[in-house]
């Protein structure tokens, strides 16, 4: 039977929420079904250790990962998994697998999985532009968007890129040969980045730009290591990292924020009353607290609310203001909401309360998240309540700003109406993992209402960088994204308007996929006809409905 189940060596590192139809039922029907199995053992007895033992086995067996990946991985997370599974009696293999896979293949019907929050429901109060005078008018502000470095302390040039495990090019990884050699700058492969590549990349910034008013970081330190992090690796490779920003842009401000690869192990985040030591999350918290504070880059007032779940807000101007949002707690993989379901860390509730203050202190907001709400990886309810949010705000908030899918894609909210509502900016990665290029982000902002007026990418080739190792990377700037696309402005109403003209002109969905990849050769390579690329229009949409619906409209034209 495990023969017969064996996952195919290709989709190992696949994201099993993307499955669907016969794939997706398949992979619901093996998991409740192995769930099943475990929880009754459990129940009946059997230790920890024993069902580690069985787990390792079958993941194995199964061809889920290597028997070193499987090992390190169940290890680190099945301690939170048997707290979870012995504190809630009542919780079934197919809540579990609904929460992980959630689908209609494998739905979730377990009632607390259906909450909501309060929302103050208005009116809406209108704000006005602030400070607008004929000499500052057109006066702009500037913010460097960094993500998603996954600094790898392990990586070796010329190590192995086909270990065949979820990151490779890293000391003592397994015999390499010549057509697996791991570039000096990073590689296409699933592999991370150098220590010197973070270096080369804050300095290019530092030398390139001059003018920087603000810096976004939207998270992801850690490496994808995930089978063997630690706490005190995670410390260092986070301290380090932090450190050297602020040894490089010095007194400029930063605004950070968490990645779900901060947490060890990767993706848990518990509830503020989880305190023993191998399950709680707490210990991170306190660390980035104390260093974003200490920087100086955040107020102290901030401590409250990093402590109680790794968000907070902050006003750096009259009429502005900053919401942090650690969206990574409603990520499938994070075990802990099969404990807490309705609103981990009361987080929704307060972003909603802090939208209402704004409100009444007629600010306009720029939002912080690590995972994008138009992706595939947030609890459905938390994603309602969150589109909820948004679109009763939506007058205030003037943009968002993700990262975590480590492509250059933008996101559109739309209300219950199909009304578009708020757009979303997603970074991309300095990580080339994978096939991809390493890239940053440089906002004109309106210096009035905080609107994004332009945005440039920036990046360089890997496969050229490569080639000559004794030179530093060849960044340029590689559009500008009202050029590019031949927009007259970036509001909400000209983005969705350009979903349906991009659905229309070969030329322009061409060019869309082209950057969605940051012109990495290796993925453009890959076979994608035009029906193919305009799925890739359907990822910006974020909406509370019947997505499909939403989607075949746009691809219409």
Sequence with gaps: MTQYLKIPTELQNSDWRTFSAEKGTAICTICQGTVGTFIKLRRRGMSEQDIAKKIINLCTLMNIQTPRVCKGVVELNLPIIMYIVDSRPNLTANTICGVVLESKSCPLTNPEYNWSININKGPNVVVGEHNVTEHNVTEEINILQLTDFHYDPEYEPNGNTNCGEPVCCRKGQNTTNANSLAGFWGDYASCDTPWHSIIDVFSHIKQTHQNIDYIYFTGDIIDHGVWETSKNRNKRSIQEVYNKIRETFKDTQVYPILGNHEPHPLNQFAPKTITDDNLTTNWLY???ADLWISYGW??????????QGGYYTVSPKKGFRIIALNSNVCYSYNWWLLYRPKDPDGQLQWFANTLSKAEENKEFVHILSHIPINSNS???TWKQEYLKIIDRFSHLIKAEFNGHTHTDEIGIFYNSNGVAKNIAWNGGSITAYSKLNPNYKIYTVNNSNYA???YQNWMYDLGSANQNINKRPKWYKSYSFRNE????????????NLLHKVASNETLLNKYYRNFYKLAKPSLQENCNVD???QYLCRTIAYAGNKNVLCDNILKG
């Excluded at 696309?485 to 969705?496: A, C, E, K």
């Design 378 to 380: 947030c609890l459905n």
């Design 452 to 454: 994004v007026n332009d």
């Design 286 to 288: 306190e660390l980035l």
């Design 485 to 496: 696309y031949g927009l007259p402005n970036i509001s909400t109403t000209s983005l969705n």
């Design 298 to 307: 955040l107020p102290e007032s901030t401590r409250s609310t990093i402590h």
């Design 532 to 534: 193919c690329k305009k």
